[in-house]
């Protein structure tokens, strides 16, 4: 799991205008760390368009990813907002938006780990606790260890 997420892939207190510039923020960075091929940011925005990833669970998240093919090595980017932006609704049926102040970005080639990451994200985001603290961090390096261990010790 540590191989997943690192302080390099953790943005806080971010300032986005729209959804877009913030995927093309984390997106950017995927890449510079050699996760993902240049064709990612554009197969989010699409994915995005067909499958809203927007959670109106603790405050408003969303978990945004694409198809395998745009993926070099997993990885996993936290960005915090200092305002949030919005996205359409996972499950929703129309075009309302939910403001989302934490954004968990996954980028998940074939390495099979893809349902249980998200499965894991998923439970994470459930926990008031655990969303309160990612909230309140102020550095990278605390977000990425408070995920780390929230991955790796789901009922925790």
């Known amino acids: 799991m540590s191989e997943l997420i690192g302080p390099e892939l953790v943005h806080v207190g971010v300032d986005a205008r729209s959804r877009d510039d913030l995927f093309a923020m984390m997106a950017g960075t995927l890449g510079e760390c050699g996760r993902t091929r240049p064709s990612f940011l554009q197969g989010l925005v699409e994915r995005e368009k067909n ?8 405050g408003g998240v969303a978990i945004p990813h694409t198809d395998a093919e745009h993926v070099i090595s997993d990885a996993i980017s936290i960005a915090t907002l200092s305002s949030p932006v919005g996205f359409r609704e996972m499950a929703g049926t129309d075009d309302t938006e939910i403001p989302v102040d934490v ?3 996954l980028a998940l080639g074939g390495s099979g780990q893809h349902l249980t990451v998200l499965q894991q994200v998923i439970k994470a985001i459930q926990d ?4 309160a603290s990612l909230r309140a961090s102020t550095s990278p390096d605390e977000i990425a260890a408070l995920a780390l261990s929230k991955l790796a010790h789901p009922s925790a």
């Not at 499958?51 to 603790?58: H, L, R």
């Not at 008031?128 to 969303?131: G, I, P, S, V």
């Open 51 to 58: 499958f809203p990833t927007g959670i109106p669970i603790n």
């Open 103 to 105: 954004v968990i970005m």
């Open 128 to 131: 008031a606790d655990f969303m």
